[in-house]
């Protein structure tokens, strides 16, 4: 069967190996068979992670993600800094505030990434934490998270980072860079459906974590850690066992492309996309500085012609794009590229944008 | 490809047609396709949960669909009366008392249902809710929740259910049984594989959770219906796409058989199980008036026999079977026969217990 091209920020398209896995009978989840699987996907997602420590897995969305950082880590009235680009940045700073943290937020004009000296200026001692996006879809704008996380070597702050639309597609060093706590999902990068999201801790972390009063059960990272660490690996309830085969057969595509050259893939495809958007005499959204290799935001002046082409591009051509977020719907399209992408997907992708013009 | 058969309380076999479903290339969660997907499955699910109110879907296991009634019912401080009848009670009382709620527990022998009268004897007026489990798995015993529904008919309190391992296999019907809260998920007698949790609320439920104040983001049930009455249903944040396909799919086929007919097959197959177990002179667990017809306990004096013929059945026979939980661990073995089973499958399964014997 075909379906519709997926160049969206998520759900991305679903290699057909993925789908065809995940059509395999249901496994049982209290069996050595599941162990060994949910055990060979957790060591896998250290290596995307780039991390020495175990990457817990959640029956969630990457929202769940977020909000299990923001209940495992911290306890009312905590003080953090929060950096928003755009609604996924705004997002996570909601979690926060309705879990009784008292957020300082940096709210960066959109289309920017943060900069570091803003940063530097801002954190505090009192601050528990610095939270922030990766890669923000709504913008296609991406932080210099590795220049923030050599900043934060040795901070006792926490460093949070949200990579749902990172992870496996742009480069992230989890330990390397200082990050305590790294988010992601399923349906980026990683090529599977959406159902699932994976929470990495450093040790600093897994410390700062028995200090946190607020209250948890399914989201709770100790129990997680613990059943993933018996000498058959579990879960605290029933895990989404079809999408962790699926997921475990994605981080094998991976694994066997390599990790760099997947990288490599994403930011040649994303170079070559807006070179030929830019030559269309279209206008790509982000600033160059902060331009993200994952998704790419194109405005247009004219109210109505970003809807008609993401239709038309839709209908005609069974391309699915995205529309723009927040004050840009209506003037925006954003064509993803993540994960399962090729030059071949990009090239169609432009042809039909063309003619649609 | 050839599976084991999963004669477990859940996960449970997942019928070709809903892995073939499963299999078509993704779809993006901003589209009128699915919209129109999510609205179908929703109103299909009102059918099961037999209730006029919208039925909401999670991104998430079972256990989440009990966090997230407790979050959105309920403030902390609040009290209830908690009936636990085994493992899955137990679990549903430890959310409620994280979460700050000051729980009555009502605490049954293992291997009985609650008795009407002590609930009546034991409900005060300071009780927020009355919370129980319909089905329970660990000890394979069922609660009367339409005796006890219709003595909380007009009554102040909150009925809460879960039906985790009911809703599709067990006659619940949520409106005629005044039932406030019904939970179950997708992995049980819905025939998926596991990752949705699906929550239908009585009138009465969404006044009172106007009034909760415990707090909430991923599992707020206001955000999530809003969504749901779109002209265009969607969700507030990503939703398990390929989960929700496979379950619009094994709807339809519960559809197709008839809900009526799927109870029957149900305490049929139930029935013939139980009745050729105590014709091997084998003993079942569960007190013959709380007996549940979507799984079926047996205990063995002696230890070690219950682990034997569970790993026997499974590297054998290719079929599992789950063993006692808690107390039980190693003294007992639990046959699920709900969702995707059907008399052949009982067959078998009784023809390899016989030979493990």
New interface residues.
Partial sequence: ????L?M?P?????PERV??K??????????KEYGKLFGDMSERLKDVFQTKNPVLTF??????GL?ASIVNMFSKGDKVLAVSIGVFGDRFI??AE???LKVDAIEVPWGRGVEVDEIKERLRDDHKALILTHNETSTAATNPIEEIGRFMKDKKQLFIVDGVSSVGGLEVKMDEWNIDVLIT?S?KALMS???LAFIGVSDKGWEALKSSTL????WDFFSARRCLEKSVPEN????????ILGVNEALKMIEEEGLYNVYKRHEYLAWKLRYEIEKMGLKIYTNKRFLSNTVTAITFDEDGIASRIKKNM?EEYKI?I?GGQGNLKGKMIRIGHMGCVNQEMIDKTLYALKQCL
Same sequence: chains 1, 2.
């Avoid at 069967?1 to 519709?4: D, V």
């Avoid at 029956?59 to 769940?64: E, H, I, K, N, Y």
């Avoid at 605290?236 to 999408?243: C, G, K, M």
């Fill in positions: 069967m075909e379906g519709k997926l969206t998520g759900p991305t398209n679903v789908l065809k995940m059509s395999e009978p249901m496994i049982h989840h209290r069996t029956p969630a969305a990457g929202t769940g909000e909601k979690i309705i879990y009784g999902a349906q459906p959406p159902g209250p948890k059960f399914y605290p309830y029933t895990p989404a066992v079809s999408l839709e699915v995205a």
